[in-house]
C-alpha cells in the first residue's frame, strides 16, 4: 500500500487571504512572535481575536466561508503552535490515512511524518454571535452546545477507526494488541495514536456552558484527552466583549494541553529521527 500524502502542517489559508479573518492573523502573528510554549502565553491573544472576528461577522464583514473555515483553523493553528514549540516537534497534516473501517482520513494534525501516525489533534470552535447569516437567533447568537453532539460523534467514530487499524496493522506485524473485553473506554486508551480533542466554545448562559462541560466530558470516553476553553460575552450589551468561563479541571485546555505536550516529548524521544 503507498504511503499517503505527508507534509509538514500548514496554517489555514482562509485566514491568512481573507479580510473577514484579519482579526485572527493578527492574533496568530503576535502569538507566533512570542515562541509560546502554554496557553497561558496566548490565551489573551485568543480572545481578542475572536472578539475581532466574531465582530466583523455581525458587521457582514466576515462570510459563511471564514465562519466554517477560519475561525477553527484559528484555533487549530493556535493549538498546533503551541506544542510544536512545547515538545520540539514539526507537526504534519497527513491526506489518505486508513481506518478499519473508512478506506481514507485527512488528518490536519499529525505526528511522526513517517509509519504509524501515534499523535492525532482535532479541534473545534463552536458558538456564535448573531449575525447577517443567522437572522433567527437568540439576541446573544446560537449556543456553543448546539453543534457539539455532532462534532464529539464523528471525532468519537475517526478516534475508533484509526486506533482500530492501529491494532490490526500491530496484529499484522506479529505484535498483540490488547482486545478490548467488553471495555472500550479502557481499550481505547491502551493503543495508539494518541487522540485529543480541544474545544473552544463561545457559551450565552450558565445552563450553555453545563450542556457543553457535560458533552466535552461524554468526549473524554472516547479520546485520549479534552481540553475545553470556554468564553461568554461579559453583558448582553457587549455580545462580542468576552471573558473566560470557569471549566472543571480536569477539562482546562491548559492542563489537557500541557498533558498532549508531554506524551507528544515521550513519541519524539522514543523516535529520535523524527523531529
Same mark, same amino acid.
Given at each position: 500500500m503507498p504511503a499517503p500524502p505527508t507534509r509538514p502542517r500548514l496554517t489555514s489559508p482562509r485566514v491568512a487571504t481573507s479580510p473577514g479573518c484579519v482579526p485572527l492573523k493578527e492574533a496568530y502573528a503576535r502569538a507566533e512572535a512570542l515562541q509560546p510554549k502554554s496557553w497561558g502565553q496566548v490565551e489573551d491573544l485568543f480572545l481578542r481575536g475572536m472578539e475581532g472576528f466574531d465582530q466583523n461577522l455581525v458587521a457582514g464583514v466576515a462570510d459563511m466561508g471564514d465562519l466554517q473555515?477560519?475561525?477553527?483553523?484559528?484555533?487549530?493553528?493556535?493549538? +498546533?503552535?503551541?506544542?510544536?514549540?512545547?515538545?520540539?516537534?514539526?507537526?504534519?497534516?497527513?491526506?489518505?490515512?486508513?481506518?478499519?473501517?473508512?478506506?481514507?482520513?485527512?488528518?490536519?494534525?499529525?505526528?511522526?511524518?513517517? &509509519?504509524?501516525? $501515534?499523535?492525532?489533534?482535532?479541534?473545534?470552535?463552536?458558538?456564535?454571535?448573531?449575525?447577517?447569516?443567522?437572522?433567527?437567533?437568540?439576541?446573544?447568537?446560537?449556543?456553543? +452546545?448546539?453543534?457539539?453532539?455532532?462534532?464529539?460523534? $464523528?471525532? &468519537?467514530?475517526? %478516534?475508533?477507526?484509526?486506533?482500530?487499524?492501529?491494532?490490526?496493522?500491530?496484529?499484522?506485524? &506479529?505484535?498483540?494488541? %490488547?482486545?478490548?473485553? &467488553?471495555?472500550?473506554?479502557?481499550?481505547?486508551?491502551?493503543?495508539?495514536?494518541?487522540?485529543?480533542?480541544?474545544?473552544?466554545?463561545?457559551?450565552l448562559s450558565d445552563q450553555d456552558l453545563k450542556q457543553v462541560i457535560r458533552k466535552a466530558e461524554h468526549a473524554t470516553l472516547l479520546c485520549d484527552g479534552v481540553g475545553l476553553f470556554a468564553f461568554r460575552p461579559v453583558s448582553p450589551d457587549a455580545p462580542t466583549t468576552y471573558e473566560a468561563a470557569s471549566v472543571p479541571s480536569g477539562l482546562e485546555l491548559a492542563r489537557v494541553l500541557f498533558r498532549a505536550c508531554q506524551e507528544l516529548t515521550a513519541i519524539k524521544a522514543a523516535r529520535p529521527d523524527d523531529v
Open positions: 473555515n477560519g475561525k477553527g483553523d484559528f484555533f487549530n493553528d493556535l493549538l +498546533s503552535l503551541l506544542l510544536e514549540h512545547c515538545a520540539g516537534v514539526q507537526l504534519y497534516s497527513r491526506g489518505k490515512v486508513p481506518g478499519l473501517m473508512i478506506p481514507r482520513h485527512n488528518l490536519d494534525v499529525t505526528f511522526p511524518a513517517q &509509519g504509524n501516525i $501515534e499523535f492525532v489533534l482535532e479541534a473545534k470552535a463552536v458558538g456564535t454571535p448573531k449575525h447577517p447569516g443567522s437572522p433567527q437567533a437568540k439576541p446573544l447568537g446560537r449556543p456553543g +452546545s448546539a453543534d457539539l453532539d455532532k462534532r464529539v460523534k $464523528e471525532i &468519537g467514530f475517526k %478516534t475508533i477507526d484509526l486506533k482500530a487499524e492501529y491494532a490490526r496493522l500491530l496484529a499484522a506485524d &506479529g505484535m498483540s494488541p %490488547t482486545s478490548i473485553s &467488553g471495555d472500550l473506554t479502557g481499550w481505547l486508551r491502551s493503543v495508539k495514536p494518541r487522540s485529543y480533542l480541544f474545544v473552544a466554545s463561545r457559551v
